[in-house]
């Protein structure tokens, strides 16, 4: 699809999208890890085992692998981990993130706009806002979701659904920003228009192989398009 006017809504993954939040997601695995007696993992392998919640990642971290046992996701020790997770990560909540280039100048533009802006993320609701206020972007935010609060997480459609219904717009009027395969499939199953950013966290795979419709190598250049249409209607003012 083609974006064909400014949207109303543009939905935004977080991690690996708006802020490199590897570095603290991996101090709450190595919390997670030696909390039930297991070996540390390398802060790369936490970088690919990224995107699909945290009981997936650390059931990834346990086994060591992308795809982990269906029993280790019902096991006790992934119940035990998750709390060890939760209360490393809460320290690390006192770091600011590392906010990608160009993010703080481009929401500022979108917002000012008049285009509602809203996370979606697959990390633990608890942490979103949070995460967000420390690295001095919640302000831009008319909305957030986390991948715990519904039954379902991205790609599923139903968080994308939920959150347009929050925002009061349909899925056709909205963008989904995101690095990974479920941002981009969440976004084509639920009818919004897709925005694949190459610098995030994919798991090895080029966000481009993914077919979003747009894929960009920077977040400025979000503001460029958007501000396409803003230009287009200023010059159609000028007519009359």
Do not use: W
């Amino acid at each position: 699809m083609v974006l064909t006017g400014k949207p109303r809504a543009m939905l935004f993954d977080l991690d690996g999208t708006l802020a490199d939040t590897v570095p603290s997601l991996h101090k709450a695995v190595l919390g997670a890890l030696r909390y039930v007696g297991l070996p540390d993992i390398t802060q790369e392998m936490t970088r690919s085992y990224v995107g699909n919640g945290a009981m997936m990642l650390l059931a990834r971290a346990i086994s060591g692998s992308m795809e982990p046992d269906p029993a280790i996701l019902e096991s006790a020790l992934l119940k035990k981990a998750r709390e060890g997770f939760n209360i490393a990560y809460a320290s690390c909540l006192d770091c600011r993130e590392q906010v990608f280039s160009g993010v703080p100048e481009t929401l500022s533009y979108l917002k000012e706009s008049g285009i509602l802006l809203a996370v979606l993320s697959n990390k633990p609701h608890v942490f979103v806002r949070p995460v967000l206020e420390k690295a001095g972007l919640l302000g831009y935010f008319n909305f957030t979701l986390g991948g715990d609060l519904l039954e379902k997480k991205k790609p599923d459609p139903a968080p994308f659904y939920y959150v347009c219904s929050e925002l009061g717009v349909v899925p056709g009027e909205c963008v989904m920003v995101g690095d990974s395969s479920n941002d981009i499939i969440g976004a084509r199953r639920s009818g919004m228009i897709s925005i694949g950013l190459t610098y995030g966290y994919n798991r090895g795979r080029p966000v481009s192989e993914l077919s979003p419709d747009y894929v960009f190598d920077d977040f400025a250049l979000i503001g460029e398009l958007v501000r396409g249409f803003d230009q287009e209607f200023i010059n159609e003012e000028n007519c009359f």
